[in-house]
């Protein structure tokens, strides 16, 4: 662990009280009270009915709640179900918990969890969201088991979707990651993810954590570094995944700078893995592989397209020193289309992601900057699928992402070229 991270002299002397363990559940939080009590009854019923002989712990990893969430946590009750009469376990059930800052950090809580594993020695660890309001045991045992039982190191999360949730994964980071990286893993980014102790220790040595990009995005990190160090990945289907009620969610220019800010940072970080991988391979999968309902999100597609149409013309100096001269041009033909007849296609899109990751590799401009320039013309191309897929079925979006994958994995000879042009 690198010197400059030190654990609190109380987080270590609670690590020291409970010893080494089988498996390790951590749970960041931040103003969570209302439903962080349910989802460490959940953790712990699944301690209870699927590893009721092994050694385990839960860790509260908290940013400057003022809701007494870390109180909740310690006070939450195994719940009494009809069908676990009799049932004991066999060992103690512990509870961490501890406070970093007075505002939450990705990057401090997900060290911190990793520093957790690595000093208790962990077998298999998970990392719940309790942002999610309808966990269940099988969520946290299916992130769990593979780990525990089935020797992999990473586990990523598949959901049962509506059909416009889930755009900035299906329209770029799945796409361009599968491509890029070689491994077909559809939720590069999500906050509930599983992972070996071993994988722990790697990512916790590695001397990356005061990048931006790492603390804004942690996990989307660790899922690129475990494919790209060739740990065992898999991905295991959870069910739907439902919002807390009256939370607003991470407005899609923070998504962006964050999420595909990391993805970037990690091509440069990663240039010598990915440009020897060719073409892409699935991963091992617990259960279906993708699920979307035809249940609909309610956007607002008109605001979607004015967005995309102003931005364009507001940073057309910009987009001219991003983009490559027939992408920029056929960009701002696609701007001048009306709302009915507007189509921004799988391979205007792609390139423009291989000018804007080159770009960000050149250090072109502001990288802060980019990322937000980049916001406008993601608006557009999710206009386009919304328009095309109003009355689309789920197998049909799912048979269009398969295009647009496809066509991310024929033009990486082009990102390449682009990555290694001359400025």
């Known amino acids: 662990m690198p010197e400059e991270f030190l654990l609190s002299d109380d987080l270590l002397r609670q690590l020291m009280s409970v010893g080494e363990v089988d498996l390790l559940v951590g749970l960041p939080s ?10 460490v009854e959940t953790i712990e019923e699944t301690f209870q009915h699927g590893f009721p002989r092994e050694r385990v712990v839960i860790v509260n990893v908290d940013g400057g709640s003022k809701d007494g969430t870390s109180e909740v946590v310690m006070n939450a009750t195994l719940p009494k179900h009809p069908s676990s009469r009799g049932l004991t376990s066999l060992r103690t059930e512990h509870r961490i918990v501890t406070r970093y800052a007075a505002a939450p950090s990705p990057g401090i809580a997900f060290r911190t969890l990793l520093a957790a594993a690595d000093l208790l020695r962990a077998k298999a660890c998970a990392v719940i969201s309790p942002e999610t309001s309808n966990i269940t045991t099988q ?6 088991q593979p780990v525990y039982r089935q020797n992999f190191d990473f586990v990523a999360p598949l959901y049962c979707r509506p059909k416009y ?68 990945c898999c991905q295991a289907f959870l069910g739907p995944k439902e919002p807390v009620a009256g939370s607003s969610g991470t407005d899609i220019v923070t998504a962006v700078r964050q999420t595909v800010g990391t993805l970037f940072w990690c ?3 990663q240039e ?13 999968t617990f259960g279906p592989d993708r699920e979307l309902s035809s249940q609909k999100v309610r956007v607002n597609r008109k605001r979607i397209f004015d967005l995309f149409r102003s931005g364009v013309a507001e940073l057309s100096p910009l987009l001219k020193s ?24 799988e391979v205007l899109w792609t390139r423009t992601l291989c000018d804007f990751a080159a770009a960000y590799h050149h250090s072109r401009l502001n990288r802060d900057h980019l990322l937000q320039a980049l ?13 095309e897929h109003q009355d689309s079925s789920p197998d049909e979006i799912e048979a269009d992402s398969e295009k647009l994958c496809v066509e991310f994995e024929r033009q990486k000879p082009y990102l390449i070229e682009r990555w290694n042009a001359k400025t």
């Open 139 to 144: 969520w946290v045992g299916s992130l769990l």
């Open 272 to 284: 010598r893995v990915w440009m020897e991988r060719v073409g892409s391979e699935p991963v091992p």
């Open 375 to 387: 916001v406008p013309l993601y608006r557009g191309r999710i206009y386009s699928f919304l328009l």
């Open 30 to 39: 931040h103003n969570n009270a209302k439903t962080i009590g349910c989802t």
């Open 165 to 232: 949730d889930g755009l900035l994964a299906r329209n770029l980071l799945y796409p361009m990651s599968r491509a890029t990286f070689g491994r077909r893993i559809r939720e590069i980014h999500s906050t509930e993810l599983g992972f070996s102790g071993r994988l722990a220790t790697h990512c916790l040595n590695q001397d990356v954590w005061n990048t931006e990009a790492v603390q804004v995005a942690p996990e989307t990190w660790m899922a690129i570094t475990a494919i790209c160090a060739d740990f065992p």
């Open 322 to 345: 991003i983009l490559a001269a027939d992408t920029d041009a056929e960009i701002q033909r696609v701007a001048t289309l009306d709302e009915r007849n507007f189509h921004f296609d």
């Open 267 to 269: 091509l440069e970080s």
